[in-house]
């Protein structure tokens, strides 16, 4: 059984109790953007699309390295670049489903200061529509100055477009994007970007860099050039990269225009990653337009691929599940639903083979989806009993127990995926400045009142710890912040595994 894991799960809960979950879609109707380069770029036919994407991928390097974040890709017309951005959009895991992808690139025909998010509706394709998080959208533009939208920075944009067909033909599920144009290379307006995009930047996201490279050049000066280009991006380093481009422009080679039209995007994205040693740089691919039958060697445009990964790091509360221990769960849990449902005994499990953390003591939520929709989703915040019992507890009421479903049929359990969610046990702390928004989830109690706010509440709001904290003792357990001082503290993290 595959299994894919995301780090933060998209639950509220509300007690120590058992809970079911809600979702919630945007079904605003709104005006979708049209595609500006179809039939200019790439083709507009859909059929002749998906059969040049397909010898695309067939060309493309392979998968190399595991937890990819982001990537970076060209922009330019396919016959130029396409194998070469099907290489970067080969190193994304089709086995998991990212909630958002971040779509990043650069305004090649207005200059405004700040980003500008498409929030006015959907992306078109000849791939068909591509959903926009609209809510998220809304939310970016609402509460930073220096995001916003501008209709001309989106109208004749093929930065983010050209990425699109590639994701389509990637992925297979309807995946949702935030499309940003960065209209300015002041370092200071992209350090400002950077900080408001960098809670998004994890695991459960997927950030995609728009950028060709070299401009115009003959066809050897240019692999010279975007090798010590490529090289700087390869450190991770803003300092290293703003100094590589200005010594580039500095070499009057003859004929560069640039060293990368997409240095305000790769530079917002280094601006995320920097100082941070669980990230890495790969280099996956290089070639200009030289390399393609259709193009000259006099003069030409370098394309680069790039993944991104982050290192997978152990849970700071000591407490993980390998591979086998989630796949583990997963049958627990479906053949538990499986013996309620046809009336048979309660299914034995032998615990002499099953790992020291199955039989931990965890709170877990069991969700069941059908058909990408809700189906059931019930869950114990804390449990006195070990995970095996309390997932096997839990998906059976998820079947049977939701209000908001009927029961399961027998019949039905064949056709529906299974999610699990696991709490890592509680850790007590001492003051709001051991919280780390956006990883912990905290707990605050006095006396009979508690509440508990999961991580992505705070990365969703791009709160600091102070404020997710405050929020959760305000909102969720009803303690005045004079009173919180007081409170008892507790954060945990959360392991979220599915079905595939």
């Not at 394709?125 to 501008?150: M, Q, R, T, W």
């Not at 912990?440 to 509440?451: E, L, M, N, S, V």
């Not at 969703?460 to 007081?486: H, M, P, R």
């Amino acid at each position: 059984m595959k299994i894919k894991q995301i780090i933060i799960i998209s639950l509220f809960i509300l007690s120590i109790f058992q809970f079911s979950c809600n979702a919630q879609e945007d079904t605003n109707k709104l005006i979708n953007r049209k595609p500006a380069v179809a039939g200019k770029f790439y083709p507009l036919d859909k059929k002749v699309l998906k059969d040049d994407l397909k010898q695309y991928f067939a060309l493309a390097k392979p998968l190399k390295a595991e937890n990819v974040i982001a990537i970076i890709s060209p922009h330019a017309g396919y016959v130029f670049s396409g194998e070469v951005a099907a290489s970067a959009f080969n190193q994304i895991n089709t086995k998991k489903k990212y909630k958002r992808i971040f779509l990043i690139g650069p305004s090649h025909y207005v200059s405004f200061n700040g980003a500008s998010i498409y929030n006015i509706g959907n992306y078109g394709s000849p791939l068909g529509e591509v959903k926009v998080d609209l809510k998220l959208a809304n939310e970016l533009i609402k509460k930073n100055k220096i995001i916003s939208y501008h209709s001309e920075a989106h109208e004749q944009e093929h930065c983010l477009e050209t990425q699109i067909p590639f994701l389509q033909y990637r992925l297979n599920y309807d995946f949702k994007i935030i499309p940003v144009i960065i209209g300015t290379q002041s370092e200071k307006t992209i350090i400002q970007i950077a900080s408001v995009l960098k809670p998004y930047f994890n695991s459960e996201n997927l950030f995609i860099i728009s950028s060709d490279f070299s401009h115009f050049p003959n066809y050897d000066d240019a692999n010279n050039v975007d090798k010590l280009s490529g090289d700087a991006i390869l450190k991770n380093s803003t300092e290293k990269l703003i100094k590589q481009v200005k010594i580039n422009a500095k070499t009057n080679t003859s004929n560069l225009v640039t060293s990368m039209c997409g240095y305000s995007a790769i530079l917002t994205l280094l601006h995320m990653t920097k100082d941070n040693k669980n990230i890495s740089y790969n280099a996956i691919q290089y070639k200009n337009s030289g390399d393609s039958k259709y193009g000259g060697k006099d003069r030409v445009v370098g394309y680069y691929a790039f993944s991104i990964t982050e290192k997978a790091t152990e849970s700071s509360f000591g407490f993980n599940l390998n591979k086998s221990d989630k796949e583990t769960l997963l049958k627990i849990a479906r053949s538990s639903i499986v013996s309620h449902l046809n009336n048979t005994s309660s299914q034995i499990i032998d615990t002499n083979n099953l790992s020291t953390a199955l039989k931990t003591p965890c709170g877990a939520f069991v969700t069941l989806n059908k058909e990408h929709k809700l189906r059931g989703c019930i869950g114990n915040f804390s449990s006195d009993l070990p995970l095996y019992k309390v997932v096997q507890n839990m998906a059976i009421a998820a079947a049977t127990q939701d209000p908001r479903f009927n029961a399961v049929s027998a019949n039905e359990i064949k056709i529906l995926k299974i999610e699990i969610s696991v709490l890592t046990p509680m850790k007590k702390i001492n003051s709001v400045d051991d919280v780390e928004a956006g990883k912990h989830g905290i707990y605050i109690k006095k006396g009979y009142r508690k509440g508990t706010l999961l991580p992505q509440v705070a990365t969703n709001n791009n709160w600091t710890n102070k404020e997710f904290v405050n929020y959760c003792a305000q909102y969720k357990a009803g303690i005045s912040l004079t009173e919180l001082k007081d409170a008892e503290l507790y954060v945990y993290e959360a392991i979220v595994f599915e079905e595939e």
